[in-house]
């Protein structure tokens, strides 16, 4: 079975600043996508970056951007320049490849709070 | 509309009665699943349809849960008897079902129910 696991309940950055968030997972497959999703006040979930396990690229979407370490099983998203826009729970998130079914496997979340 | 859409946005239902929520995926998306969102179990997938068919649903907690989709794109989400253990904020999603980025799942706003 998939675990993913997110160690940091709570963090918090200056404005401007660059902040970290870890993620870590558990599996026995080759292929499967990582994700890293938004979740302001709103509720809505918001997908912030994917990445494709057989890329060895980290992928970047503006100030976002993923160190992937597919042996150490490791994803964490790096937001440089945090703005106060960012203040969201932030989720890891995993699903095979190719399997039966796509669904999602989520950590636990990390509350992000970006101070002016 | 663009995104994916839920109603009601709340729902505040007494015990035992039934309820229904729904999903109105993004046009053209042919997968569609149903995740539950609460303080104590975190984010947990409920259903997975693909079309109108539902192959996996081993996330249903009980047999109270029940759930279908119409004309490959609506879908509704039926608590019959409910408990209060059953309020949380019920999220919907959906993919197309091809291959890399087309299997991203998009989310809807929620819906947040409340069994007094």
């Known amino acids: 079975a998939q675990t993913v696991t997110q160690s940091q309940p709570e963090m918090s950055v200056q404005e401007a600043e660059t902040v970290t968030l870890s993620c870590t997972y558990d599996?026995?497959?080759?292929?499967?996508?990582l994700f890293w999703y938004k979740q302001p006040p709103s509720r809505q979930m918001i997908l912030v970056i994917r990445?494709?396990?057989?890329?060895?690229q980290n992928a970047t979407e503006n100030r976002f951007s993923v160190n992937f370490q597919k042996a150490a099983k490791s994803f964490s998203l790096k937001i440089s320049d945090s703005q106060l826009g960012d203040t969201a729970m932030y989720f890891c998130?995993?699903?095979?490849?190719?399997?039966?079914?796509?669904?999602?496997?989520f950590g636990t979340g990390t509350l992000l709070a970006v101070q002016p | 509309g663009a995104g994916v859409s839920q109603s009601p946005s709340n729902k505040v239902t007494e015990k035992g009665k039934d309820v229904e929520l729904r999903c109105d995926p993004i046009?053209?998306?042919?997968?569609l699943y149903w995740y539950r969102q609460s303080l104590g179990q975190g984010l947990e997938f409920l259903i997975y349809?693909?079309?109108?068919?539902?192959?996996?649903k081993s996330g249903l907690p009980s047999d109270r849960f029940s759930a279908e989709r119409t004309g490959g794109s609506v879908s509704t989400l039926t608590i019959q008897r409910t408990q209060q253990e059953d309020s949380a904020v019920y999220l919907c999603?959906?993919?197309?079902?091809?291959?890399?980025?087309?299997?991203?799942?998009?989310f809807g706003p929620g819906t947040r129910l409340l069994v007094l």
């Open positions: 046009s053209g998306h042919t997968a």
């Open positions: 349809f693909q079309g109108n068919s539902a192959p996996d």
């Open positions: 599996t026995s497959e080759n292929n499967y996508y």
């Open positions: 999603a959906s993919s197309g079902s091809g291959t890399g980025g087309d299997r991203t799942q998009y």
């Open positions: 990445q494709e396990a057989y890329k060895q």
């Open positions: 998130a995993f699903t095979l490849y190719g399997g039966a079914t796509n669904k999602l496997i």
